[in-house]
């Protein structure tokens, strides 16, 4: 069983300029030591900024978007820092996944252009949006010359010109590319500068994770099929979701044919329902050790949980399948009623009025998920209920799981929860931000506090 452990902090005032600590209470009001905390602003969202344009990079650690200060003039501002300003700009920041490069399209009023760390590309006609690939190094976009469409991989033209180009897509070790490309009624798949075969569509492009293999959907005489490194996989009439296991050797997705629907696992048809609900379209159904599936299907009245080919219960709906680290254990949400729980192994925990976040403990095989109480939420850590709060957002534990912190709302106040102890007052959540553990006992967050947006790293000493 999970023991979350009472926090043993040290208060360190003035020993780190960067920090200031502050005062933690238990939930019963005893005041204990202090985190030590830094506050670093990423900017403010004004009546000027395009709130739909607000973007985080993948490590949580930057903030941009786009402000329009009047006709045809808008700029984006990276971690409050305010860019050139242009005649339009449009949406779709991006962020390298290490944070430290960032890149948007804009327009001086004729011509197109990616701004790249703030230095602008050549122009074009028009432009698509900008990819990094994943380890920061690359990046890629389409681009239209006169008549046809190619694609730019580091600032050099490829050598294809196409009505139209699909984003690019890199592989995980950042080594390859792939894109689709379309010539009048045909789409083919241009993998590291190679034309593929045409098809009617192509959909779904997926890297295996060592990069080795490639897949993806394609359409062709009103049917779809699956095309794994050139094979073609057998027709339906519709198929949906692509996703390789993590060791590479399996794939799997969900196909339909005549009124049924079944998941295809290496090419086998598994069990035929009446409906596969959508989350399995865009959730990866294998574990973590790539051994075990799990997905919902519909029946026409109950969402059922299938793992590894067995149904589990019945219920009114099924929501956040997530498989322990060691894949040996299995959690998901289920409505029952007007009520909810957590599912485990097939056990019902108690029961809430709603369940939000799930997180297994990274050593043990203890749960933690955040429950609805009424108009109430509260985090529940291997059993044990929390406080009750308005919202409860960002649960997560640390490496080894000595801490679990997650950000709670109470009356508009939000605040910082380490092991059951408040921290902090802010005025909202970042929502998608999450906590973020760096090392065993580092976190970082992004909170909003006087209209600004701050990047709060927390220490516990």
């Given at each position: 069983?999970?023991?979350?452990?009472?926090?043993?902090?040290?208060?360190?005032?003035?020993?780190?300029?960067?920090?200031?600590?502050?005062?933690?209470?238990?939930?019963?009001?005893?005041?204990?030591?202090?985190?030590?905390?830094?506050?670093?602003y990423l900017g403010k969202i004004s009546p000027k900024t395009i709130v739909e344009t607000v973007t985080m990079s993948a490590d949580l650690r930057h903030v941009a978007f786009i402000d329009c200060n009047g006709d045809k003039k808008f700029v984006v501002?990276?971690?409050?820092?305010?860019?050139?300003?242009?005649?339009?700009?449009?949406?779709?920041?991006?962020?390298?996944?290490?944070?430290?490069?960032?890149?948007?399209?804009?327009?001086?009023?004729?011509?197109?252009?990616?701004?790249?760390?703030?230095?602008?590309?050549?122009?074009?006609?028009?432009?698509?949006?900008?990819?990094?690939?994943?380890?920061?190094?690359?990046?890629?976009?389409?681009?239209?010359?006169?008549?046809?469409?190619?694609?730019?991989?580091?600032?050099?033209?490829?050598?294809?010109?196409?009505?139209?180009?699909?984003?690019?897509?890199?592989?995980?070790?950042?080594?390859?590319?792939?894109?689709?490309?379309?010539?009048?009624?045909?789409?083919?798949?241009?993998?590291?500068?190679?034309?593929?075969?045409?098809?009617?569509?192509?959909?779904?492009?997926?890297?295996?994770?060592?990069?080795?293999?490639?897949?993806?959907?394609?359409?062709?005489?009103?049917?779809?099929?699956?095309?794994?490194?050139?094979?073609?996989?057998?027709?339906?009439?519709?198929?949906?979701?692509?996703?390789?296991?993590?060791?590479?050797?399996?794939?799997?997705?969900?196909?339909?044919?005549?009124?049924?629907?079944?998941?295809?696992?290496?090419?086998?048809?598994?069990?035929?329902?009446?409906?596969?609900?959508?989350?399995?379209?865009?959730?990866?159904?294998?574990?973590?050790?790539?051994?075990?599936?799990?997905?919902?299907?519909?029946?026409?009245?109950?969402?059922?949980?299938?793992?590894?080919?067995?149904?589990?219960?019945?219920?009114?709906?099924?929501?956040?399948?997530?498989?322990?680290?060691?894949?040996?254990?299995?959690?998901?949400?289920?409505?029952?009623?007007?009520?909810?729980?957590?599912?485990?192994?097939?056990?019902?925990?108690?029961?809430?009025?709603?369940?939000?976040?799930?997180?297994?403990?990274?050593?043990?095989?203890?749960?933690?998920?955040?429950?609805?109480?009424?108009?109430?939420?509260?985090?529940?850590v291997d059993g044990v209920a929390g406080p009750l709060y308005d919202q409860v957002r960002g649960l997560t534990f640390s490496p080894y799981g000595s801490y679990i912190a997650y950000a709670a709302d109470r009356g508009g106040k939000w605040m910082l929860?380490?092991?059951?102890?408040?921290?902090?007052?802010?005025?909202?959540?970042?929502?998608?931000?999450?906590?973020?553990?760096?090392?065993?006992?580092?976190?970082?967050?992004?909170?909003?506090?006087?209209?600004?947006?701050?990047?709060?790293?927390v220490r516990i000493p």
């Open positions: 069983m999970l023991a979350i452990r009472k926090l043993s902090l040290v208060l360190l005032v003035g020993l780190f300029p960067a920090f200031y600590a502050g005062t933690l209470f238990a939930s019963d009001g005893t005041p204990t030591p202090s985190l030590e905390m830094k506050e670093t501002t990276i971690d409050g820092q305010a860019g050139k300003e242009y005649k339009g700009i449009r949406a779709g920041i991006a962020f390298s996944a290490d944070g430290l490069h960032s890149a948007y399209v804009a327009t001086d009023g004729s011509k197109w252009f990616a701004v790249i760390n703030g230095v602008e590309s050549p122009r074009y006609d028009e432009i698509g949006n900008v990819y990094f690939s994943p380890d920061s190094n690359h990046y890629a976009y389409a681009a239209k010359v006169g008549k046809y469409w190619v694609i730019v991989a580091d600032g050099v033209q490829g050598k294809f010109g196409f009505d139209s180009i699909g984003c690019p897509i890199f592989s995980p070790d950042s080594l390859r590319m792939a894109y689709d490309g379309r010539m009048g009624k045909k789409t083919t798949l241009v993998v590291d500068g190679v034309l593929g075969k045409q098809y009617d569509q192509i959909s779904w492009v997926t890297f295996s994770p060592d990069s080795a293999h490639i897949a993806y959907h394609a359409y062709y005489n009103d049917k779809w099929f699956a095309v794994q490194d050139g094979r073609e996989g057998k027709m339906y009439q519709s198929v949906s979701g692509l996703f390789y296991s993590q060791d590479g050797d399996h794939i799997a997705y969900s196909a339909w044919n005549y009124s049924k629907r079944f998941l295809v696992v290496d090419g086998i048809e598994h069990h035929a329902y009446s409906s596969m609900k959508e989350w399995f379209m865009y959730y990866d159904p294998f574990s973590p050790d790539s051994q075990h599936t799990a997905y919902e299907v519909y029946d026409g009245v109950h969402s059922i949980m299938v793992v590894d080919g067995i149904e589990g219960k019945k219920y009114a709906d099924i929501d956040h399948p997530i498989f322990s680290p060691d894949s040996t254990h299995l959690a998901y949400a289920a409505a029952i009623g007007k009520k909810a729980c957590v599912v485990v192994d097939g056990s019902e925990l108690p029961l809430c009025d709603g369940v939000g976040e799930i997180a297994w403990h990274p050593l043990t095989l203890g749960l933690a998920y955040s429950a609805r109480v009424g108009d109430k939420a509260r985090a529940i929860v380490v092991n059951g102890v408040e921290y902090g007052e802010y005025s909202n959540y970042i929502t998608g931000s999450g906590v973020v553990f760096d090392t065993m006992n580092t976190f970082h967050v992004l909170m909003e506090k006087d209209g600004g947006i701050y990047l709060v790293e």
